[in-house]
């Protein structure tokens, strides 16, 4: 939906009647964009578990409070019920953190041969005695009665759609020679979560080298975005590595330079750095190296392609990442007018052009 609203012109989606959309966490402004493109639909959020037949809660999107930091997960659907427990399986009284757990006509029997696991994930009320099942979430009820999603009560995050256990990534990286300890987490940003990770050890590690030993043992999906070398952990108030902490001081450092040698490079720099928000990008920076990932990819090249008026594929930042790279993966195009395209980057600078929030909706 992030895509297909990105990629509309405003109203060109008038025919959607209903959005539902799902996955945990839904950027807070992306309600206002679906607006945009569809303004009769009505928008649904939607969570729950596959343990529980999926989806066992909705909310309905209508206007978003400015004040959210969230969209709230909802209450549960008809033959559902959701419960918000403590340690010792009491009630949480409203506005107070607990574990999620789902119970009603959804859950499942359990795991398949696996009873230590079913009696682990699967117990019963200690008032009702329904079984219920519990989903390692968090959540708390707000004032209304609707419920906040909090996240993950461990270490497993999911990031573009991958559930991923933050301990596996990071027992591989302690596998890779000079490396003394790890740490993984998700990176959340306007383009979604990405993984990045945090490691200490021998002088010399280079985090792109490490990337690539761990990826002849990890799925891709489980390799992280960015690696960064620490000197030392932050803690939390009780000794343990405080991951916020790690996450909030951590931007990718910009390695690659290079000066713009026209206006066309000076262009698609301004293009690499507003949809990474930054400030300014090198001609050789890598753009997945700064924190990009496809979810941004999608939107640059979207960009790109209105600005310029291309039909670029997405693969193409992917095979070239720098704007050195990417200007090259262009020009070597038959259908591609190198001249014209530099005639248009001259005008839009000379009128001082600025990309605005918009920029990435195709015109």
Not at 149 to 162: C, H, T
Not at 181 to 201: C, K, N, S, T
Not at 236 to 257: I, M, Q, S
Request: hydrophobic fraction near 45%; aromatic fraction near 6%; charge should be negative.
């Amino acid at each position: 939906m992030e895509l297909a609203v990105a990629a509309a012109r405003p109203g060109a989606l008038a025919s959607l009647r209903l959005v539902m959309l799902s996955g945990d966490w839904i950027r807070v402004g992306l309600p206002a964009d679906i607006a945009r493109a569809c303004p009769d639909a009505k928008v649904i959020s939607l969570g729950g578990a596959t343990e529980a037949s999926i989806w066992s809660i909705l909310h309905e999107i209508g206007d978003v409070d400015p004040a959210w930091t969230s969209i709230p997960y909802g209450r549960p659907t008809a033959n559902q019920t959701f419960h918000i427990l403590d340690k010792a399986m009491s009630p949480c009284p409203i506005g107070v953190p607990g574990d999620l757990h789902i119970g009603g006509v959804g859950v499942a029997m359990g795991y398949w041969n696996a009873p230590e696991l079913t009696a682990a994930s699967f117990v019963d009320h200690p008032e009702t005695g329904a079984r219920i099942y519990r989903t390692g979430d968090l959540g708390r009820y707000l004032p209304d009665g609707t419920i906040e999603f909090l996240g993950r009560d461990d270490f497993q995050v999911k990031i573009q759609g991958f559930r991923i256990e933050l301990g596996e990534v990071e027992a591989a990286l302690r596998q890779c020679t000079g490396v003394a300890d790890a740490v993984a987490a998700a990176e959340v940003g306007d383009g979604g979560a990405r993984l990045v990770a945090f490691v200490r050890g021998a002088d010399g590690l280079d985090p792109e080298q490490l990337r690539a030993d761990v990826g002849r043992t990890l799925p891709a999906y489980m390799v992280p975005s960015s690696v960064a070398v620490v000197g030392s952990w932050p803690l939390t108030g009780n000794g343990k590595v405080d991951r916020a902490a790690l996450v909030r001081g951590h931007l990718p450092v910009a390695e690659g330079g290079g000066e713009p040698r026209d206006a066309l490079d000076e262009l698609l720099a301004e293009l690499w750095a507003d949809t990474l928000d930054r400030d300014a990008v090198g001609t050789r920076d890598s753009f997945f190296t700064l924190g990009g990932q496809s979810l941004l990819a999608a939107r640059l090249v979207l960009a790109i392609n209105a600005v310029l008026d291309l039909e670029v594929p997405v693969r193409a930042l992917f095979e070239a990442p720098t704007v050195v790279a990417f200007r090259d993966w262009l020009e070597v195009k038959p259908e591609v007018d190198a001249d014209a395209l530099l005639g248009t980057a001259e005008a839009l600078l000379a009128d001082g052009y600025e990309m605005d929030d918009d920029e990435s909706t195709a015109r």
